[in-house]
């Protein structure tokens, strides 16, 4: 949401980010290109009149998602990491992972955790 807002922003001239109304469109649509992204390459986020009329459209691909989320992703792998090491268990001892939520079936998750 923060890199789509200053994009806008950029291009007209106005934050959408400020106003909470504009920024719970902005989640909402940006939550449905994630879920899209998941089983394609890429999705587009699409916004009629987010602020003073204009509108939000802007393709994203699967790729640039992941590249926005890697600061998030890296702090997973790291907790992922110090909970095995806490447990004291042996990572090839472990037989099976439950993983509940939405965002387990984003690919880049999946690929992290197996």
Same mark, same amino acid.
């Given at each position: 949401?923060?890199?789509?807002?200053?994009?806008?922003?950029?291009? @007209?001239?106005?934050?959408?980010?400020?106003?909470?109304?504009?920024?719970?469109?902005?989640? +909402?649509?940006? +939550?449905?290109?994630?879920?899209?992204?998941?089983?394609?390459?890429?999705? #587009?986020?699409?916004?009629?009149?987010?602020?003073?009329?204009?509108? %939000?459209?802007?393709?994203?691909?699967? +790729? +640039? @998602?992941?590249?926005?989320?890697?600061?998030?992703?890296?702090? @997973?792998?790291? %907790?992922?990491?110090?909970?095995?090491?806490?447990?004291?268990?042996?990572?090839?001892?472990?037989?099976?992972?439950?993983?509940?939520?939405?965002?387990?079936?984003?690919?880049? #998750?999946?690929?992290?955790?197996?």
């Amino acid at each position: 949401m923060e890199t789509i807002g200053e994009e806008f922003n950029k291009e @007209f001239g106005n934050d959408p980010r400020k106003n909470l109304r504009c920024k719970l469109r902005m989640f +909402e649509a940006i +939550e449905k290109a994630r879920k899209i992204i998941s089983s394609t390459a890429d999705s #587009v986020i699409g916004i009629d009149s987010l602020l003073d009329d204009e509108d %939000l459209t802007r393709r994203l691909s699967r +790729e +640039e @998602f992941e590249t926005i989320c890697d600061p998030i992703l890296r702090k @997973f792998v790291d %907790l992922l990491n110090a909970t095995v090491e806490m447990s004291g268990i042996n990572v090839d001892d472990i037989h099976s992972v439950e993983m509940v939520g939405d965002a387990t079936r984003t690919p880049i #998750v999946l690929n992290l955790t197996s």
